[in-house]
């Protein structure tokens, strides 16, 4: 690349010398707008449950959830991503995910009517809702069914745009989902709505924490999501995925999980560039967790620089467990 700029001439470490060469040479930077913050959610009220597998996260009932809402807003962070806790009404179709009066659609209604500029994003996906924890409804063999899944996919979001979302995130990676869900969105006239989709997600071990903290990971078992996740040794699939859910209309693209998977944003970012987005899942966030209790990682330091590094990745933003301790640590 600089094929003639040798020592002395050049010293790398001459820019790297002053605070305000470090400053003024500085090439990606994170701030609070590149947050999306995680919630689980809880039926009921006034409760509020630690993960075990997560130190520092919890579930809330809504009137919880409110502070909590009101604090990201006030830091800063643009969107808010609802992850459900389901405790009754599970069948085996997840029909559960498009009750107008389930849990999702009532926590919407309540925080676009308090905090009408904080962004909402919710999962569009059947595993809270199915007793066998898988994304979507299977068949006699255990198969998960496209088709007939893609159509609750549909009722779930059209059931959650009618509450007033601003941002659907179907994580669920069954074919043609986007296409269908954007069609019925115009169909009906929400012509705003966003989808963000989890274009690239992965058939990934990391997501063991969050299975814990959904309450999805003991109906689940032994099975595992390889029918209809990525397989975790493709880099070109993602390209190809991303192109079929930017062609049905999604308007934004994730990548899951993070950390591991920095080389897909950039290739990713570097073909669409288009708004493109990742997921510090919860095996990530409880791995670097478990490092700062022990002492064995600097807390404040390691946080910023695994966020840091997907900015430099490419990543537009970025949905993290860490999202509020960032927030408040950048606020400073
Ligand atoms: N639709 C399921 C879903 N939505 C978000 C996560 C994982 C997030 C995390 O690990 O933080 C998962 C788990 C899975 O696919 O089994
Ligand atoms: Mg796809």
Not at 257 to 262: A, I, N, V
Request: aromatic letters at 10%; one cysteine or more.
């Amino acid at each position: 690349m600089f094929t003639n700029r040798y020592f002395p001439a050049t010293r790398m470490r001459r820019m790297r010398r002053d605070d305000f060469s470090r400053r003024l040479m500085r090439e990606n930077v994170l701030t609070c707008n590149d947050l999306i913050y995680p919630v689980f959610v809880l039926e009921g009220q006034g409760r509020e449950q630690a993960v075990t597998s997560m130190p520092g996260v919890v579930r809330q009932s809504l009137d919880k959830l409110l502070y909590t809402a009101e604090e990201a807003l006030q830091l800063g962070i643009p969107m808010l991503s609802l992850f459900p806790v389901i405790e009754t009404g599970k069948d085996n179709s997840g029909e559960e995910a498009f009750n107008p009066d389930g849990l999702v659609p009532t926590v919407v209604r309540e925080l676009k009517t308090r905090f009408p500029e904080l962004g909402i994003m919710t999962d569009l996906a059947l595993d809270p809702y199915t007793v066998h924890g898988q994304d979507g409804i299977l068949d006699d063999s255990g198969y998960v069914l496209n088709d007939e899944t893609t159509e609750i996919l549909v009722q779930q979001g059209l059931c959650h745009a009618a509450a007033g979302v601003d941002v659907l995130g179907p994580s669920d990676m069954m074919d043609g989902r986007i296409g269908a869900i954007r069609s019925a969105l115009e169909d009906e006239g929400f012509i705003h709505t966003k989808i963000l989709a989890y274009s690239a997600k992965y058939a990934s071990a990391f997501y063991g924490p969050f299975r814990d903290a959904v309450g999805s990971a003991a109906n689940l078992g032994k099975a595992d999501k390889y029918t209809y996740q990525m397989d975790p040794a493709n880099l070109d699939e993602a390209l190809y995925e991303v192109a079929m859910d930017l062609e049905e209309g999604a308007d934004m693209v994730m990548i899951k999980p993070g950390m591991p998977y920095l080389d897909v944003i950039r290739r990713v970012k570097d073909h669409f560039k288009v708004p493109t987005y990742a997921y510090q899942v919860s095996g990530e966030y409880a791995m670097l967790k478990a490092a700062f209790q022990n002492g064995w990682l600097d807390e404040e330091k390691c946080m910023l620089e695994s966020l840091l590094a997907f900015k430099r990745a490419g990543a537009d933003g970025i949905l993290t467990y860490f999202a509020m301790d960032v927030a408040r640590l950048l606020k400073r």
